[in-house]
């Protein structure tokens, strides 16, 4: 059983469409997490939520928007996509009151 | 903010050898984890080994281990017995306790490569 599955793992796109990736994890952790690796591998946060509200949201554009329909899934919505916004986007989770994340495979985000 | 720097980009070490990978931060909090992860070619983040910032003992980890000086600000990985496996991107990552949503703020990055 994964922990935390991301789906799905490669998508290729061409610009200004709209895409969605999805997170599950079956963990029971109460935060999800959504962080972009970008082409040089810095690794940077987007979002958090836990259990279902926005706890976290940096300085992304709003073309991104995440949503969390139960605490178990985190997706994350990228609309009219641009070049720039290929990467690998990794999901993870964390229980309450404990610090170790567990991260999804992650999802290798390609606009052509 | 809180920031990490790895100044290593890349090293190599031989099989069966110990490396050390360097990192230090910056932060005015007192109450933080310290964390290293691994992630090879297959792309997964794993958790290598973390340091909780209150602790003075160093944590290891079976081969490996770690340099924690608070007042340095530096949390430098020791990797004993080197293996292929070992071959990875690691990331050094500060976690604040207090706020922030325990968000990661991770290093560039080493790149290390195991060798026969």
């Known amino acids: 059983d994964t922990a935390v599955s991301q789906t799905p793992k490669y998508l290729v796109t061409q610009m200004g469409n709209d895409k969605s990736i999805k997170c599950e994890q079956n963990?029971?952790?109460?935060?999800m997490y959504w962080y972009k690796q970008d082409s040089k591998k810095f690794l940077k946060i987007m979002f958090s939520?836990?259990?279902?509200?926005?706890?976290i949201n940096e300085t992304v554009p709003n073309r991104f928007s995440p949503k969390s329909p139960d605490k178990a899934h985190l997706n994350l919505h990228i609309n009219s996509l641009e070049l720039g916004d290929s990467a690998v986007y990794f999901c993870?989770?964390?229980?309450?009151?404990?610090?170790?994340?567990?991260f999804g495979s992650g999802t290798r985000l390609t606009v052509v | 903010a809180q920031t990490v720097t790895q100044s290593q980009p890349e090293m190599s070490v031989q099989e069966a050898e110990t490396v050390t990978l360097s990192c230090t931060y910056d932060t005015s909090e007192s109450n933080y984890y310290l964390f290293w992860y691994k992630q090879p070619p297959s792309r997964q983040m794993i958790l290598v080994i973390r340091?909780?910032?209150?602790?003075?003992q160093n944590a290891t980890e079976n081969r490996f281990s770690v340099n924690f000086q608070k007042a340095a600000k530096s949390f430098s990985l020791k990797i004993s017995d080197s293996q292929l496996g070992d071959t990875a991107m690691y990331f050094c990552?500060?976690?604040?306790?207090?706020?922030?949503?325990?968000?990661?703020?991770f290093g560039t990055g080493t790149q290390l490569k195991v060798e026969l």
């Open positions: 963990l029971g952790h109460d935060t």
């Open positions: 340091q909780e910032a209150y602790k003075q």
């Open positions: 939520y836990n259990n279902k509200e926005l706890i």
């Open positions: 990552a500060f976690m604040k306790l207090t706020g922030g949503g325990n968000k990661l703020t």
């Open positions: 993870a989770s964390r229980p309450t009151g404990a610090y170790g994340y567990t």
